[in-house]
């Protein structure tokens, strides 16, 4: 298929922006695909909230105990803060390239340049994981239904496992290729189905509770939502991590602001939207699955080392039934598989903005003529996502898992960056009002240091083999998801010098500046 090049060059006028070196330049993509609701829907599939619970509640449990829904909500509010500084500046400059294109102007190319990366490398590592999980809940939910063990065994055959995985991000792509409109339409199923399965788990744990069922359920107490009660920071901070990754997501409402009516402020107050959705999920399955099963490492205990990786497995019988147990697994595949393909939607919006401001090459700065979605950036980035999957399983279990914990890092670092640049980008404007000084200015500096806080202390405790998987590279005597973390802000940097040989002009200034135009007309 043939696709266009809208890369403006000096004096060319692209999608009603004027595309003279120095201004916001249009990309070509589908102006208006997605209203308010459709934008928070994509914001919670990328998430993933049934995904992220079933991966990460026992994990969390296991840091923190008791404390997981005080963590929860301890690292729901730096997102929010974020968010502030994400929705203010997408009024100001709303453009497809997000954390990237922000933090240029704020702080220049190769910060920003080191931004876009740390986005591009959190989403590839967020795809290949979430590739995995569909491909086991697949066979799960195979043998589940035949009645087969050795159906659902197939999951750990790793030539099947590795086959039907990219088969998977084949798929995603292809989805995400075709543009917003078939994105949009698969997930107003996908997400409102995991929405519903997650409440009837949530009320029939609650019932399983109130019956005293299981021998290690517990009753509620308001302490669980004490943080200051969780025995250790570096416990804390290890809960803290998880916690952030299970809300990461959400500014894939912002990566489609040039595809959405009222891109100024629909796509922040999408952002809001779904994080409301989230927490408030977050919570109600954390405390539920707690007061039914409790957070110990014995039985049916959400830290139960068996079963904490993959908890709504261990839990889909005995809380919902045989019968209704299987719409869980139903769930955790089609949250999964949601969040794959709209996953898609923000790395590859963001490599078109790189490209298009001439901070990668020239080539992925094409948007498809009939489905105006960024196509070479979309294949790219699922090419990407199969080929790191595909090594990392290979290579070693503990590598995937170890990937979890470096997420964090990545997240930290490009989420933070993004809110100091809101503080920096507005330092001008924050004696005009109250408003602006807390919304442009004090909101998003507070979150940026909070997660700045978490980047350094998790890379501080990352540096012991024990931490994560608690593997470590032979002779290095460093853990592995310090190794992983590091290593892949290294080869940013090495990328980034490379590329400043070959787009200087990017690097000098010339191409995407702080005194650029604000201002995206639509059509």
């Known amino acids: 298929m043939t696709q266009l090049d809208v890369r403006p060059r000096a004096g060319d006028t692209v999608s009603g922006v004027a595309g003279a ?10 102006k208006g695909s997605v209203g308010l609701v459709g934008s928070a829907v994509i914001g919670i599939s990328t998430v993933a909230p049934v995904y992220c619970l079933t991966s990460t509640l026992g994990s969390t449990a296991g840091e923190v105990g008791l404390q997981m829904p005080a963590v929860f909500l301890a690292g729901f509010l730096p997102m929010l803060l974020v968010a502030f500084a994400y929705r203010e500046l997408n009024k100001a400059v709303p453009d497809c390239g997000t954390s990237f294109t922000w933090t240029v102007k704020a702080f220049g190319p190769r910060v920003g340049w080191m931004c876009g990366w740390g986005l591009v490398i959190a989403t ?9 999980v569909a491909t086991s809940y697949f066979w799960l939910l195979a043998g589940e239904v035949t009645g087969n063990p050795e159906i659902a065994a197939l999951d750990k055959d790793k ?11 084949a798929v995603a792509t292809a989805i995400s290729y075709r543009g917003m409109t078939a994105t949009k339409g698969v997930q107003y199923t996908l997400v409102g189905l995991q929405l519903v399965v997650l409440a009837a ?14 021998d290690t359920g517990v009753d509620f107490s308001w302490e669980w939502m004490n943080p200051f009660a969780v025995g250790s920071m570096a416990s804390f901070t290890a809960g803290l991590s998880l916690s952030i990754f299970m809300y990461w997501g959400w500014d894939a409402c912002l990566a489609t602001n040039e595809e959405t009516t009222g891109s100024a402020k629909t796509p922040g107050r999408a952002a809001l939207l779904a994080m409301v959705v989230l927490v408030g999920s977050y919570l109600a399955t954390g405390v539920a699955a707690q007061m039914a099963v409790g957070s110990g490492g014995e039985g049916l205990g959400l830290a139960n080392e068996e079963t904490s990786g993959n908890v709504f497995a261990a839990l889909a019988g005995p809380v919902m ?14 949250s999964a598989t949601a969040s794959l393909q709209t996953t898609f939607i923000p790395v590859a919006r963001t490599v078109l903005a790189m490209s298009t401001y001439e901070a990668l090459p020239s080539s992925y700065a094409k948007v498809h003529p009939r489905f105006k979605t960024p196509g070479r950036a979309t294949v790219m980035a699922g090419l990407a996502t199969g080929a790191f999957y595909t090594v990392m399983t290979l290579v070693s279990e503990n590598v995937l898992t170890d990937t979890i914990f470096a997420l964090g890092l990545m997240i930290c670092f490009y989420y933070s960056l993004t809110a100091f640049a ?7 404007e924050l004696r005009r009002s109250a408003r602006d000084l807390f919304l442009k200015g004090v909101f998003p500096a507070l979150g940026g240091l909070l997660l700045a806080a978490v980047f350094v202390k998790t890379l501080y405790d990352a540096w012991d083999p024990s931490y994560g998987s608690g593997s470590t590279l032979p002779g290095l005597g460093i853990g592995n998801v310090f190794v992983i973390g590091v290593g892949l802000l290294l080869l940013g940097l090495v990328v980034m010098l490379v590329t400043e040989r070959r787009s200087p002009a990017f690097f000098r200034g010339e191409v995407l500046t702080r005194s650029t135009p604000a201002l995206v007309v639509e059509d």
């Open 21 to 30: 070196d120095g201004e916001v330049r249009g990309k070509g993509l589908g």
């Open 124 to 132: 590839i590592i967020v795809l290949s994981n979430l590739a995995g």
């Open 159 to 169: 030539p099947v496992h590795i086959l039907t995985c990219l088969t998977l991000i």
């Open 201 to 214: 788990f949530v009320a029939m744990a609650l019932s399983k509770a109130g019956s005293g069922a299981f």
């Open 321 to 334: 039934g045989p019968a209704l147990g299987i719409l869980l697994f139903v769930a955790v595949l089609a």
């Open 422 to 428: 809101c503080a920096w980008y507005f330092r001008k």
